[in-house]
C-alpha cells in the first residue's frame, strides 16, 4: 500500500547497525519487538486504546535508517507490533516515516512533533487524522523506554543500568564523529554548489544587461 519515502537515511550509528542487521530476517528478530510490545501495551494500555478509537487500525512505522519496518496494530484484543522487510503490501491507515532516533524521540515525547513534520525529518502519509490521534494519545503518556524495560529487569536492573549507560556514550560519540566525517565529506559539494551558485547569478546579470543593451540598440535604429 505504501512505497518506501523519499527521505534519505542519515549517517549515523543507526545506519550502520542497520548495515549490520540486513542480512537478518525480520522473523527471527520478531520475538524480541513482541515481548517488548507485550511488556510496553501493558503499561500504556489505555495509550492504544485512545489510538484505536472506533475500531482496528494499523500503522506503518518506517525507520528510514534501518532495513525493516514496524506495523503497528491497535484496536484488537491485544496492541501488536510486527516486524517487516518493508511495507509495499501493508494494509495500513498511515504511513510515518523518519531516523529511529527521531521516531524514538517522539515516541517519548522528547521533540517537537510539529518541528519534526514541518522540517520533514517526518513524513506521513495517509489518514493524518488517525496519525495526530496517535501524536495526541502519545504525549503526556511519560512513556519511558528505558525506565519501563530496567524495572522489569528487577534485580539486575543496576547492573544493566550501568551497561546501557555506558553504551549511551559510546553511542553520542560515534554519532559527532560521523557527523563530523559527514561535514567534511559534504564540504567539497556545498563548495561546489556554492560556486556555481556565484556563476549562474553572473551569468544571470550579463544575460540581463545584454537585453537591455539590445532593446536601446533597437531603439535608436
Known sequence: MFKHGDIPPPLSPALLAGLVLRPVPPRLMQPVFSEVMRRVSRRYRSVFDRVAGDGPKQ??????????????????????????????DVQAVAAI??????????????????????SRVLTIEGDTGAVLALRNSVDGAEIDLRRDVMEELGPFAGPARHVVSHMERVWTRLEQDMQLLSSALLAPVHKRLDQQEVKLRRLTEESTQ??????????VA
Open 59 to 88: 500503522f506503518l512505522i518506517d525507520p528510514v535508517d534501518l532495513p525493516f519496518v514496524f506495523l503497528l496494530s491497535v484496536g484488537n484484543d491485544e496492541p501488536g507490533l510486527t516486524l517487516l522487510r518493508d511495507g509495499a
Open 97 to 118: 516515516r523518519g531516523p529511529i532516533a527521531a521516531l524514538l524521540a517522539l515516541l517519548e515525547g522528547k521533540i517537537d512533533g510539529d518541528a519534526l513534520f514541518f
Open 210 to 219: 545584454t537585453r537591455k543593451v539590445n532593446r536601446k540598440r533597437g531603439a
